[in-house]
């Protein structure tokens, strides 16, 4: 009866001691990790990672199945290495009911040892590169979350503090911005308690939104870096030294790594590509673009350089405390999720410092197609996010404010809600730059509207239609396709607005350009809408008199469809007679 006491009162499933006989030894597959089932039947992996040893273990996961196996993980090795978990079809019911909770496959990541070993994703060259780990500053890692998953949140705990250097980990913060899961509560405490560095759980006594809890984490924070993470993160080896050593150099850079892809449904580790860059659209969403031709030119001499981002992602970053706070932190009266981080962006840009990208340093994070979460706040999701942005337009976007208003009806609907006299006071201290400036300075290849820029609609002339761009297929994919005609539209209708810009590209939003891909191939080349990329394919000249619009390349004039492509515009011999050649240019007033 004693002992059976001892049993219930040691709850195997958060409790674990180091010193644990081995009962089971297991092969492990892979060379870096030892694995044993110890004498309470728990699976205990142990990493060997820059020649420290991490206690490790399997996830005390927290959904039914692992608590039924009281610990034990049947699943030995799955997910090892990044490798993907597939779910057999006759646990797809269970998979689909877990999946709902996290927007992620719960069952793929219970499955998935907290500790798992991850591929070496760097370019060859990133491994040649020292740092001098003494002469770096110390970083306070943030870790907002709220109902995370018990498995992602201590799989980031546990690649962070297996793959950085010990004196460089000053401490993780973990701050629950008011979780309703009890599994988040005691057991939570309990368990990073044992963890060979310092985590510490903040609690935030009500729902605050990322930012605020964000803001609640750096202002406990004793490193002289802050290190933000996503609760769903896996850090990969090498990833802290770029960040920190960028910071080291100058303290007013904000240095992000490569964001890499852990698939939402198999939790597979996959590299992204490197080289790209962070910016927005109209509706100032975040987007990724691809490095220009030039750029990736001129990086062949270093491909571990770190390059600037006119803008970041928003969730993994690196940014030198004092810093942080000269800059004016985080606007505090942004709620939930989403804006923060364009906000950023500009402040930190216009204000002084500069925003980077170190592609070798890799972090894998969890992307996922909805939120999982409650938005509270009037208006839901919409209103919450829209008092955001409305709040970035009107303290950042000078003229830019009014056209993100003309073409953001919810937008415009809230941006008399908002209080932002604080924030246009930072502005005004830090005397920052203009919007303009932003625009020509750091995103020279920027598709907005400028004063200096033919800013309309594209109008046929005898049929009277305008110049439409594609739809696009949702999601962060480029509307990229056809060049069609449409009826025209009211004036500040997005999809018929373009810019003609400096050097000849005729753009709109998402960065996408009028293109004649074919042009030098074929009979009757079509003129499609395709991605910006600077070539010279994409330039095109307007010649008043005539009304002709003009590919620069091949010397021929933008036409209606061709017989063999009725779908899209072409191209065709210029000729001054020709009615289907005349485009009329009509300005709309954009600000
Ligand atoms: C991206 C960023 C995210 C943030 C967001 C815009 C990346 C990889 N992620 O969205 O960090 O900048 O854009 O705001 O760049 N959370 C709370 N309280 C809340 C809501 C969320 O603590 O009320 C936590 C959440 O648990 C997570 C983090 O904030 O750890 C980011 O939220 P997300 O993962 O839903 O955001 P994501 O990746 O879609
Ligand atoms: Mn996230």
């Not at 206690?55 to 039914?64: A, H, I, V, W």
């Not at 970083?139 to 995370?148: A, G, K, L, R």
Request: aromatic fraction near 10%; charge should be neutral; include cysteine.
């Amino acid at each position: 009866a004693f002992l059976l006491l001892i049993f219930l009162i040691r709850d195997p499933r958060v409790s674990f001691d180091e010193n644990s006989d081995v009962m089971i030894p297991l092969k492990s597959k892979h060379k870096n990790q030892e694995e044993y089932i110890d004498k309470r039947g728990i699976h205990v992996v142990v990493g060997h990672y820059m020649g420290e040893d991490i206690p490790g273990k399997t996830t005390p996961n927290l959904t039914d199945e692992i608590l039924n196996t009281n610990g034990y993980n049947p699943h030995v090795g799955a997910g090892e290495n990044g490798d993907p978990v597939q779910i057999p079809n006759w646990e797809m019911g269970k998979m689909q009911r877990l999946y709902h909770i996290n927007k992620f496959n719960l069952l793929a990541s219970d499955r998935i040892s907290v500790n798992r070993s991850l591929p070496d994703v760097r370019k060859k060259r990133c491994h040649d590169k020292t740092f001098a780990v003494s002469s770096l500053p110390t970083t306070s890692v943030i870790i907002v979350f709220h109902n995370e998953a018990w498995s992602t949140l201590l799989r980031t705990v546990h690649s962070v503090i297996s793959r950085s250097p010990r004196q460089l980990l000053r401490e993780i913060l973990l701050v629950d911005d008011a979780s309703e899961r009890t599994f988040l509560k005691e057991p939570l405490e309990e368990y990073v308690s044992k963890l060979p560095v310092p985590v510490r759980v903040i609690r935030s006594p009500s729902r605050t939104g990322l930012i605020r809890a964000r803001l609640l984490g750096a202002q406990e924070a004793k490193g002289e870096v802050l290190t933000f993470l996503d609760a769903h993160c896996e850090a990969t080896i090498g990833w802290l030294e770029p960040l920190l050593s960028r910071i080291a150099e100058d303290n007013k850079r904000v240095v992000c790594p490569i964001i890499d892809i852990i698939h939402e449904d198999t939790f597979q580790y996959v590299k992204s590509f490197e080289l790209h860059w962070g910016a927005f659209n109209w509706n100032l969403h975040f987007r990724w673009y691809t490095l220009g031709q030039k750029e990736l030119d001129q990086r062949k001499k270093d491909i571990t350089e770190a390059y600037r981002t006119p803008a970041m992602a928003g969730g993994l970053f690196s940014i030198h405390k004092d810093y942080f706070y000269k800059i004016g932190a985080y606007d505090r009266n942004m709620d939930v999720w989403g804006g923060e981080n364009l906000e950023m962006s500009f402040r930190v840009w216009m204000c002084g410092g500069s925003i980077e990208i170190a592609p070798c340093s890799h972090v894998g994070h969890v992307f996922r197609k909805s939120s999982p979460y409650t938005f509270p706040g009037e208006g839901g999701v919409g209103g919450v996010l829209y008092r955001n942005l409305a709040r970035v337009a009107l303290v950042w976007l000078d003229d830019w404010a009014e056209f993100y208003f003309k073409i953001n009806a919810e937008a415009a609907k809230v941006r008399n809600d908002v209080v932002v006299k604080d924030r246009v006071m930072l502005r005004d201290r830090l005397s920052c730059h203009t919007f303009e400036w932003y625009l020509q300075n750091i995103w020279p290849e920027n598709f907005f509207p400028a004063k200096d820029r033919f800013v309309g609609k594209i109008r046929h002339d005898s049929l009277g239609k305008c110049l439409q761009r594609p739809m696009g297929k949702g999601g962060s994919n480029q509307p990229t396709g056809t060049a069609v005609l449409r009826e025209c539209v009211y004036e500040v209708y997005p999809s018929q607005i373009f810019v003609f810009s400096k050097k000849g590209y005729i753009m709109t939003d998402e960065s996408v350009c009028l293109d004649a891909p074919d042009a030098e191939s074929a009979k009757n080349p079509q003129v499609r809408i395709m991605a910006c990329n600077e070539y010279e394919r994409q330039k095109w000249t307007y010649k008043e008199d005539t009304k002709q619009v003009q590919h620069k390349q091949t010397g021929w004039c933008l036409d209606l469809p061709s017989k063999s492509n009725p779908d899209t515009l072409s191209l065709s011999m210029c000729d001054t007679y020709s009615t289907s050649q005349r485009w009329n240019f009509e300005h709309v007033d954009w600000a």
